[in-house]
Each structure stands twice: as C-alpha cells, then as structure tokens.
C-alpha cells in the first residue's frame, strides 16, 4: 500500500522534503511506500530549486486537505494563517498532519491537539523546534521513564549567530545584525529572532512536553538581544562568562506535590565558559535536559535551514506511516498527546537568580558605597564588581555580578540605584545561569 503525502509549501523547507523523497536510496526502507501526491504553493509561477510534476501542484490549498485521497497533510507554508485552519481542516478529515509550524502549535496547540485527539489522527512536530535535533523525539519517548527537572536551550540560531560573532570579534549588535540578514541569517524583520518571540514559541512546545502540561504563550517571560553590547561581551569574558540567548523551564520544588509550579523564561544570560551550552556557537542549536534517573542530556546540531529541518519533518512521515503499517486501528501512545491540563508558571519576581548590571555613574567619591548600601537595603549580596577608569564626560563605569537573590529584590534594589544622584544610567541588566 503507498500512503500519499499532501505537501502544503514547496519553500526552504519544502523543498527539501521533496528532495529527499526523490532521491530515497540509501534512507528508511520505508520512503518507497510514501508517495507526495499533490503540492500546494502560493504562486504557480515561481521558480522552483526542485523539479515537481506540474500535474501534482496546485494554489488551492484546500483542495489538498479536503483530498480524500490524501492520508498525510504536511504543512510547512509557515506563519499563523491559512495555516492554522488548514491545519484544522485537515484534522477534521481525518488526515495526519506533519508541521514545521511552531508559532501555530505554540499559541494554538490546545485547539489543534484537542481536535486531532477526538478524530484519532497524529499531530507530529519534531521539526517545529530546534530543526534536526530530535528533541522531541528524545522527550516524548526516549527518556519517558524520567523525571525532568529542568531543561535549558540555545533554540534560535539567528541570536546565537549574532552573539558569537560579537564574543569573537567584538562587533556591535547593529553592525552584526546587518551582516546576518545580508547572509539570510536573520529575516529582513528580525523581530521574532532578536525580541525573543522565536524562542519563546519553541520553549512553549518543548516545556510542554517536558512537563507533561500544556503551556500558556503569554505566561512565558520574554526578552531580547538588543540591549547587549561589545562591552557587555568583554566584561562577561572578564568574569568568566559568555552571552547567550537562554530558554530556561525548570520545576519549582514544593513541599505539596500536588502544588506544581513551572518556571519558564527566555532571555539573554551570562553563562560560565565551562558550562556544556557555552561553545555553542554560529547557528547551532543545543538543549540541556536534566532528569531523574538519566542526569544530564545535551543535544546540539542543526537548528533550521532546508536540510535540518526537512530531515525532521521527514522523520515524522516515516514514524506515522510505520505506525499506519503496524498499527492501522490503534493509537500509538507514544505518538500522541495526552496533556489536559495547563502548567502553573510562577512570575518571573519568583525567580531567584544572579544578575549582571552595567552601571554608568558619576566619577565622584563614594559612589561604590552607595551601591552598596542600596543592595544591602534590598538584601542583595555582590559577588563581584569591576569598576573601570573614567570614559567620557566624567562618568565611571561600574560593573557589578551577585550572588543568588530573587527577582524581587533585586530590581527594587535597581528602583532605589535609580534615584541616586550619583546614578546617570543603568545601560545593561542581565541575569547569570
């Protein structure tokens, strides 16, 4: 029996599913038995990187999903709409989706799985976070007998590219910025990449299935690269550490078990240069799982680009037709999801940290004391403080890294350096892993 794939997008990443089907020697035994049927596009004429029956494309894409004939509807057109409904439209059917598509299954995933679970269909989703790493595969089944405790993650490469490059060569943000997107690295829009927006859609799918508990987009904290600069990157070489862009969720330990809390962030972070993430570099993506009995997991390769991500969504047909084979009136477990229920996500002012602040004062005695004396009214203790020559018009820079204290106090400690006259700015507020 051949099962027939209806491939919504003939992009980046559609092209590179098409490829891989048309070149099947030497890959799963299986790819024989899968056939793309039919291929939906925006345009009709474009120019396409991959030779396709034009017999087999069309620009109505629901035709493709209401397609009796269609077994498996592969979506990888990206962006919210007209995905998301031909996402649903195809559930409704009774079809199998594969989707690349994580801003859909980040804020939609609810309705989405919700649905595919009523109809009996597979939602699969390997390639919607980190591209070819299989960190899905690995959380849903791999280490199923865990207990995970935290998991952290270099999950966009575009802000990973950027950060490395400003690490090695001491670049500015806009300057290296530019060179990504002239290197289609980073979009002509950067937003989703540098604001956090990407990572923040990815550590919503992959807490959930660390955790076992649907996640709310909106409860993630969220921020940005913009603020880093050259001399953020040196003092952090200084003291020991390297920039990153960090997608953090961890469970919080009570004492009641059933009091289950999750702590889930993305924002930059000083790592220490001997911590597993720290050489990561480039466009790499790598995750940090850490569980009960297994201990420390780290996985890295690939995080998007044409052949990571369609060797995902490949992964994903192979496992649903062999499931289709073996198993043609059953649902595999292992495959579906069985989340009911949302996570509790503490507010970031729970969070109990270290900081990095880069502080612009003026060159007047006794600035460091009233530093000090503002944290220790907010019970915030100094692991380290660098303070550098006069730089320009009389003002002194100060940089100072504490020691572990909550969200809380430090930034109503920060609220009180505010209002010192000997303050002119606080450029960079960053937190330490």
Known sequence: MTYKVGLLGLGTVGTGVAKIFQAPAGRHPLLPDIEIALVGVRSLNKQRDVAIDAEIVTDDLESIVNDPAIDIVVEVIGGIEPAKSLILKAISNGKHVVTANKAVIARYGNEIFTAAKQKGVYVM????????????????????????????????????????????????????????????????????????????????????????????????????????????????????????????????????????????????????????????????????IEGDPIGEVVLSGPGAGSGA??????????????????????????????????????????????????L???????????????????????????????????????VVVTQKVSELNFQQAIATIRDLPTLHSIPTVLRVI
């Open 125 to 288: 989703l390997e390639a919607a976070a980190c591209g070819g790493i299989p960190v899905i595969q690995v959380l849903k089944q791999s280490l199923g007998g865990n207990r995970i405790s935290e998991l952290t993650g270099i999950v966009n490469g575009t802000t990973n590219y950027i950060l490395s490059r400003m690490y090695f060569e001491g670049a500015d943000f806009e300057a290296t910025l530019a060179e990504a997107q002239k290197l289609g690295y980073a979009e002509a829009d950067p937003t989703a990449d540098v604001d956090g927006f990407d990572a923040a859609d990815k550590m919503a799918i992959l807490a959930s299935l660390a955790f076992g508990d649907r996640i709310k987009l909106e409860d993630i904290y969220r921020e940005g690269i913009r603020s880093i600069t050259s001399a953020d990157i040196n003092y952090a070489k200084e003291l020991g550490f390297t920039i990153k862009l960090l997608g953090i969720a961890r469970r919080i330990e009570a004492k009641d078990d059933q009091d289950r809390h999750l702590e889930i962030r993305v924002h930059p972070t000083l790592i220490p240069i001997q911590h597993p993430l720290a050489n990561i570099h480039g466009v790499t993506n790598a995750v940090r």
């Open 360 to 398: 612009l004062t003026h060159d007047k005695p006794g600035v460091i004391g009233d530093l000090g004396t503002a944290f220790g009214k907010h019970s915030v203790s100094l692991n380290a403080i660098l303070q550098k020559n006069t730089i320009h018009d009389g003002l002194a820079e100060i």
């Open 309 to 358: 991500t369609a060797s995902a969504v490949v992964a994903d047909i192979i496992n649903v037709v062999a499931v289709l084979k073996s198993l043609p009136n059953q649902i595999n477990q292992l495959m579906g999801c069985s989340h009911e229920h949302y996570a509790q996500i503490a507010p970031i002012e729970n969070t109990v940290t270290q900081f990095y602040a880069r």
